[in-house]
Nanobody
Framework: QVQLVESGGGLVQAEDSLRLSCAVSARIFTYYALAWFRQTPGKDREFVASIGRLGRTTNYADSVKGRFTISRDNAKNTVSLQMNRVKSGDTAVYYC?????????????????WGKGTLVTVSS
């Protein structure tokens, strides 16, 4: 059983930065690859970024590549998403996610556990 709790969402102005964090409760933290997804009303969850079990591999959606950075702290059981130069299109509920299947997740079907989400609103 894995529990994920996001924090750090809020209102941010366009071109500013915001950092999301996710506390992960798991028996063996490094067993899981982790990811961030986001969702806007009426749309499916969209992949944002993922990171491998040891933090050596990452993957990003084209829409955030070069602006967002995913990282994990295997000593503190946390995963973070540093969001720089945010745009109005980044407004969404952001979800932390985990999978124990190996590889880097990039679709909802790859995910085994979800957090409840944190809202990010970008004002222009």
């Amino acid at each position: 059983q894995v529990q994920l709790v996001e924090s750090g969402g809020g209102l941010v102005q366009a071109e500013d930065s915001l950092r999301l964090s996710c506390a992960v409760s798991a028996r063996i933290f490094t067993y899981y690859a982790l990811a961030w997804f986001r969702q806007t009303p009426g749309k499916d969850r969209e992949f944002v970024a993922s990171i491998g079990r040891l933090g050596r591999t990452t993957n990003y959606a084209d829409s955030v590549k070069g602006r967002f950075t995913i990282s994990r702290d295997n000593a503190k059981n946390t995963v973070s998403l540093q969001m720089n130069r945010v745009k109005s299109g980044d407004t969404a509920v952001y979800y932390c996610a985990a999978t124990g299947r190996g590889g880097l997740p990039h679709t909802e079907d790859d995910i085994d556990w979800w957090g409840k989400g944190t809202l990010v609103t970008v004002s222009s």
